[in-house]
């Protein structure tokens, strides 16, 4: 991306947190600034900031602004980890950094000492370890696509949303540089449109062959055979292997199995949340009426029309035919195999334990 | 309704059919007046009147506006009857009213004799068919509704389609009235959003308990077990069973078989085709990118994106579990069953064979 989804400012315009509006795309490129965490936290909550791995690292970043503006940087922490519920990397970012924080010597009243600065180390080690896992997850499921393949995406899993070059779309980039990918399938996802505002925008940056469709389009496109592949990213995953991300992803986990064609996920460890056992575990977030009932502040139903807005959905393991990480991919997705692998940061697996899930 | 979706002006303020623009719902009621076929096969084209039945209704009258107009009544059938592929009751409708037009005397050359009149005759026949059609659904239909239902419903079926109250819509107020209806979840259906648009200023009109939801989040509502019912209309149903409906509809129908919820389409039997053999005999119609890149004239995706934009799918009889018709309900969907009951009108069926299949 020429605009960086996220980016740190030192003094003296900062300490700052820079961000990409991404409500604002593709319309317009404005850059949001927030120089203190209710400001931070309220481009989270408003969407300005999204993505599994970008709060990750949006909250590590939040951290570190907390302790060197001398902030209750516990209050803090625990006030953005709450921001959103669902993606796990919001609250594992913003624990890294506490912890980082913590070790050097920082403390409850705000006195940073060597906290402020080690919070900021971590942050960007955060966000380059982001960067790598992309190439890695890039690297490991490209495996997974076939020559002239035809892959269907939902919601938006590029740079927008890493500090790299994504998840499932870090994946598609691969393959069109290594020239299987035919075409790419962009569900607009509503109902706030990532796929359609997002996807697009940066699968236009990269001069990938793509269109866009309604949600509800995606079972007539695998129906008539045009679909090789499904590819998403993942908000969550708990210890089965069930995968919490963007509603309308569960559907298209159902309309997959039923047209024989693979559902693959991909997504960092830092997304795998060992604590949740499965899908009932995972806590999913309902969004406001509004985000549904009205477009671009138009009205597209009569006002005051209830509405149901999940902001996730939850896809069973046994829908899921594959996940990629940066440490290889999960497949048959089992609890077993999540453990081992999607779990290793957590639990300290030898790299043999995953080279044999891996193959 | 109180402003009904379509109104016959007799002169002096006509002839012309006044049409409510289902495309300003629910912000504006403006009513459009085509006083002459290619107004209305605009109006047409750009969806102010849609719906299967209603489109039929639209298109007899289109013929005895011609016919007493004293336009060349052959070459304005042709075009109405082709101003949109898929609905085979708009077809239906021309011929019929074409063939009373010729039947009292109507020529090519406009000299309209008694063809007029006969044909104006037939369209408010079909109409008054068409409303008792719906009366005779709802009474079929509600058969099919368990107490405490909770129905699941696609796009817009109600009386905005209608001479009557409809067709999945008139089974659902049906369900209503007898106290059996504890939701109505109304698909929005992008990219026109006749679910948010027009079923939710129905179902409020109509005081029904109802909530909108994204069409990806339909899946998560089965997997939870709120839905005990998806009921759709259909804009043509071939010989075997095969079901082309507004997109969206087959992913619903693959969604309720693999959670077990029973998929009903209801249907007059003027949207039978008993000359479309099969799902892959019915055109279905690929509309402009624009409905999915733009929303109300704002951008919602990059200016030149590409779509995928059918306006139907086609669900296979297999994942259809009944089709109520105004005869009878065709349960289980063979193509025996199909011919029996939907063809009756072209096939004139004895009431006996018609009364076997309803049980």
Redesign the interface.
């Known amino acids: 991306m020429s605009i960086p989804a996220l980016r740190w400012l030192d003094p003296p315009a900062g300490p700052a947190i820079e961000l990409l509006d991404q409500t604002r795309l593709?319309?317009r490129e404005e850059i949001v600034t927030c120089a203190d965490v209710p400001a931070l936290i309220e481009a989270i909550r408003r969407l300005a900031v999204r993505g599994a791995p970008l709060l990750g690292i949006a909250g590590a970043y939040g951290v570190a602004l907390a302790a060197l503006r001398g902030d209750d940087v516990r209050a803090a922490a625990a006030d953005l980890a709450a921001a959103r519920p669902t993606a796990v990397n919001l609250s594992w970012g913003v624990s890294r950094a506490l912890a980082a924080w913590a070790a050097a010597g920082g403390n409850c009243a705000g006195g940073a000492g060597g906290g402020g600065p080690a919070a900021l180390a971590e942050a960007a080690d955060i966000a380059a370890r982001d960067a790598a896992a992309s190439a890695a997850m890039a690297g490991h499921g490209l495996a997974l696509v076939p020559p002239g393949a035809r892959i269907l995406t939902?919601c938006n899993t590029g740079a927008l949303v890493s500090g790299g070059e994504g998840t499932a779309f870090a994946i598609i980039l691969a393959a069109h540089r290594a020239g299987r990918l035919a075409q790419l399938?962009v569900?607009?996802?509503?109902?706030l449109?990532q796929g359609?505002?997002l996807t697009?925008?940066e699968a236009?940056r990269a001069g990938l062959p793509?269109?866009?469709?309604?949600?509800?389009?995606?079972?007539?496109?695998m129906?008539a055979g045009a679909v090789d592949l499904v590819l998403t990213g993942a908000d969550r995953i708990a210890a089965d292997g069930s995968v919490a991300n963007k509603?309308?992803t569960?559907?298209l986990a159902?309309?997959a199995?039923?047209h024989g064609v693979p559902f693959v996920v991909a997504a960092p460890v830092s997304t795998v949340d060992l604590d949740a056992p499965d899908g009932a575990a995972i806590p999913v977030e309902q969004r406001p009426?509004t985000e549904?009932?009205t477009?671009?502040g138009?009205?597209?139903?009569?006002d005051g029309?209830?509405?149901?807005?999940?902001a996730f959905?939850?896809t069973p393991p046994s829908l899921v035919t594959a996940i990629v990480t940066e440490r290889g991919v999960i497949q048959p997705v089992t609890a077993g195999n999540v453990r081992v692998l999607g779990g290793a940061t957590l639990l300290a697996a030898p790299p043999d334990a995953v080279s044999d899930v891996e193959r």
Do not use: C, F, K, M
């Open positions: 593709p319309a939902h399938w569900d607009e996802t509503r109902p449109l359609a505002r697009a925008y236009r793509h269109a866009v469709l309604a949600d509800g389009a995606a079972a007539s496109l129906a509603v309308g569960y559907s159902v309309l199995r039923h009426a549904v009932i477009l671009g138009q009205p597209i139903a009569p029309t209830d509405a149901y807005n999940p959905d939850v």
